[in-house]
């Protein structure tokens, strides 16, 4: 991962958001602890690596379109109590596998 300019596309919770990056137009999700606070649709945002627990790019366009669909179709209240639980795991547990989070929205839908 690299230090990018991101414009803000959603945010999901204080720690989830949809992203796409200035410089090559990538639409990213991206995850780390409080890096959604205070943020609005449409604002121009610089994210260091650190801030930057997970990204995730998807690259092929039906799960893309799966992603967007799931989480709109969700309540994004229940999605940010979902992610405080995964990171207060992760905490405990160590690191956990990178995909409960798309796992996580399927469950819920």
């Known amino acids: 991962m ?3 300019n991101y414009e803000v596309l959603m945010v999901m919770n204080n720690n ?3 992203t796409k990056t200035l410089s090559d137009s990538k639409e990213k999700v991206l995850i780390g602890k409080g890096i959604g606070f205070g943020l609005k ?3 121009t945002i610089y994210l260091p690596d650190e801030k930057i627990e997970k990204a995730f790019v998807t ?3 039906s799960m893309k379109d799966e992603f ?5 179709e969700m309540d ?3 999605m940010g109590v979902c992610e405080e639980i995964i990171h207060m795991a992760q905490d ?3 690191e956990l ?4 989070h798309i796992d996580r929205i399927r469950r819920m839908k």
């Open 2 to 4: 690299n230090n990018h």
């Open 16 to 18: 989830v958001i949809l």
């Open 41 to 43: 649709k449409g604002k």
């Open 59 to 61: 690259k092929e366009l």
């Open 68 to 72: 967007y669909r799931l989480v709109q």
């Open 76 to 78: 994004i209240n229940v």
């Open 92 to 94: 405990e547990l160590g």
């Open 97 to 100: 596998n990178s995909h409960i």
